[in-house]
Every structure is written in C-alpha cells, then in structure tokens.
C-alpha cells in the first residue's frame, strides 16, 4: 500500500497571498496517478486535480498541481476567500487507492 | 447531475453490523462506465476507501477491511449497499458513498456523508 504524506499539516496564510501544499509518496505513483481534493466543512470532497497537474471541470487556474514520482505539490497562486479547507492527494496508480492525511489552510 | 446519498443508522452498537444504502439519482448504477464506492473519515482524520462494487456486481475490497465488508447492488432501486461486520468504536466514521471511472478510480461525485457511531 503507497501511504502518502502530506505537510505541512496546518498553512496559515491571508487571501491574496499563495499557498504551496506538499504530497510526498513511500513509493513511486504509477503513472503520475496522483489527485488532489479540497474539503469544506461538513460538505464532501471535491476534485480538483489529476493526473498530477490537470484542472477538474471548473476549477480555476489560480489552483495548479504539478510533480512525479514521489513528490507533487498543490499550488495556489492567491488564495481567494473560497480557498481556505482542507485539501487531500490521493493516487490511483495503484490499490488500494490511498489518501494523504491532509493539510488544512486557514486564514491567518 | 448525478446525485448520491447515504441512509442509515446513525448508531450501531459493539459487535453488531453496521449497514447503510446508497441511492443514486440522475444516473443509472447499471451504467458499465464507472464503479460506485464507500469510502469513510474518522472523526477529524483523513480518508480511507472502503471498497467498490461495478455495474455487474464485481466487487473489490481494501485488503486492511476485507474480512469484514461486503458491498451489493439493488440495480432495481438504483441502489448500492455496505455492510461492515463486527463493528467497534474504531469504525465510527463519516461514511461516504461515490462514483469512479473504472480506467481511472478518481472520485467525481460523492454524496454529503453519513456519520455512523458504534457505542452501547
């Protein structure tokens, strides 16, 4: 099973200012399989990225993905008010399909 | 839009099955394009999937919860199930239902969640 490592584990930054979210693999992700999912409270995940660095349908391109092998990071260049949650990786490069412990961004 | 929502008892005693139902609305479960899965957060933790189950009943399981789950399809209701057995605190969770693809396993839609306590 790939365990994957999210830091930092809290970001506290202020709206405008960018945000850069770290993923870290034990393993290799096959094919840059790798996801990324901004949590809200008390609402489910939604997708934001995959395949390492492709938007979702709808979703800004102030948010970008990038990386390979074991390190990926989430970026967000200005964080609007709307970005402040919890964002998760996960990779589908293999099962079973696992899930970062996540990394909470909130207002400074 | 597809829409999902979780049923079910919101309190499960130690040692007992904790089951929940999964309606799926503005789609069709029988579609063979995706698999439909449960995937669960403990109380203030991350994620963890459950397990999936395909349009014809195929079904994979996450090997740390194998020996005790078991997820069915009602294609007549639009309906997928979980049932989790021998259930112990360590199991009270938000419980989420969800639609993958079946090339790529990438959660699209979800539904809001079901938080299942297990305590006597």
């Known amino acids: 099973e790939i365990v994957l490592m999210q830091s930092p584990g809290t970001l506290s930054l202020s709206p405008g200012e960018r945000a850069t979210l770290s993923c870290r693999a034990s393993q290799s992700v096959n094919s840059n399989f790798l996801a990324w999912y901004q949590q809200k409270p008390g609402q489910a995940p939604r997708l934001l990225m995959y395949a390492a660095s492709s938007r979702a349908t709808g979703i800004p391109d102030r948010i970008s993905g990038s990386g390979s092998g074991t390190d990926f990071t989430l970026t967000i260049s200005r964080l609007e008010p709307e970005d402040f949650a919890v964002y998760y990786c996960?990779?589908?490069?293999?099962?079973?399909?696992?899930f970062g412990q996540g990394t909470k961004v909130e207002i400074k | 839009q597809v829409q999902l929502q979780e049923s079910g008892p919101g309190l499960v005693k130690p040692s007992q099955t904790l089951s929940l139902t999964c309606t799926v609305s503005g789609g069709s479960i029988s579609s063979g394009r995706y698999y439909w899965s449960w995937i669960r957060q403990h109380p203030g933790k991350g994620l963890e999937w459950i397990g999936y189950i395909s349009y014809s009943g195929r079904t994979y399981y996450n090997p740390s919860l194998q020996s005790r789950v078991t997820i069915s399809l009602d294609t007549s209701k639009n309906q997928f199930s979980l049932k989790l057995s021998s259930a112990t605190a360590a199991d009270t969770a938000v419980y989420y239902c969800?639609?993958?693809?079946?090339?790529?396993?990438?959660?699209?839609?979800w539904g809001q969640g079901s938080l299942v306590t297990v305590s006597s």
């Open positions: 996960q990779q589908y490069g293999s099962s079973p399909w696992t």
């Open positions: 969800a639609r993958s693809g079946i090339v790529v396993v990438l959660f699209d839609y």
